[in-house]
C-alpha cells in the first residue's frame, strides 16, 4: 500500500457498533468494506444447505477454509483491490476495512501506519442487538450459545493453523485506538465516537 493512503480498521466482538461507527467515516470520505460481508458471501454459498446458514460456527468455518485455500491475508486482499478499482474513478479519504478478526490484517494495518481501533461493548448489550437485529440466515440462540460460539473467533482453535484463524484477543491487545460503546442509544455513541474521531474525520 502507498504511503499516501491512509488506512482505518475497526474491531471489536460481535454487534459491538462496528459497522455503526464504520458508517461515520463512510460519509467522511472514506471507501470501506466489510471483511465481514466478504465472508457471510462466501459462507452462505458454502454452507447454503443449512438451517442457519451463517451461524458464527459457519463463518468461522468458511473463514479459516478461504484463508487456507488462498492465503491467510486473502480478506485484505479483496478489500485493497476493491479499493484500488474504486480509486480509479474517486478520490477517498483513504480506506477502511472493518470487522477486522486475523492477526494478520491488524498487523497489516499497524505496519502501514493506520489506525486500529477496537470497541468495546458489554456481552449483554451485544447480545440483545444481535437477537433483536438477526440477519437473514442467522440463528436465534439463547445467551450462553451465543457466548460459546463466539469463543470460536476470540483465540486459535486447536487441530488448526493458527495463522489461518481468527484471534480476536491478539486485534484487542495490539489495537492502538479504544471506544467504548455502552450506551443506552446509537445516537450517543455517535456523539462520543464522533469527539474521539475528531482529527480523523476533520483530517
Known amino acids: 500500500m502507498q504511503d499516501k493512503n491512509i488506512i482505518i480498521g475497526i474491531s471489536g466482538y460481535s454487534r459491538s457498533g462496528k459497522d455503526t461507527l464504520a458508517d461515520v467515516l463512510l460519509k ?17 454459498e458454502r454452507h447454503k444447505k443449512d438451517e442457519s ?4 460456527i459457519n463463518l468461522t468455518e468458511t473463514s479459516n477454509w478461504l484463508r487456507q485455500q488462498r492465503g491467510a491475508d486473502v480478506f485484505m486482499k479483496i478489500a485493497l483491490e476493491k479499493f484500488k478499482t474504486a ?9 477502511l476495512v472493518w470487522s477486522i478478526r486475523a492477526p494478520i490484517e491488524a498487523d497489516f494495518i499497524l505496519k502501514n501506519e493506520g489506525t486500529l481501533i477496537w470497541i468495546n461493548s458489554d456481552p449483554k448489550s451485544r447480545y440483545e442487538r444481535a437477537m433483536n437485529n438477526l440477519r437473514l440466515g442467522e440463528p ?20 488448526i ?29 455517535l456523539s462520543y465516537a464522533s469527539q474521539k474521531l475528531d482529527n480523523i474525520l476533520n483530517a
Do not use: C, H, W
Open 28 to 44: 467522511s470520505g472514506y471507501f470501506g468494506i466489510s471483511l465481514g460481508d466478504i465472508a457471510r458471501e462466501y459462507t452462505l
Open 53 to 56: 446458514p451463517i451461524s458464527r
Open 87 to 95: 480509486s480509479i474513478s474517486k478520490t477517498y479519504k483513504g480506506l
Open 140 to 159: 436465534k440462540l439463547d445467551f450462553d450459545n451465543y457466548m460459546r460460539q463466539e469463543l470460536t473467533q476470540v483465540k486459535p482453535q486447536p487441530g
Open 161 to 189: 493453523d493458527e495463522s489461518i484463524q481468527m484471534n480476536l484477543n491478539y486485534v484487542k491487545k495490539v489495537a492502538n485506538l479504544i471506544l467504548n460503546n455502552n450506551f443506552n442509544s446509537t445516537a450517543q455513541f
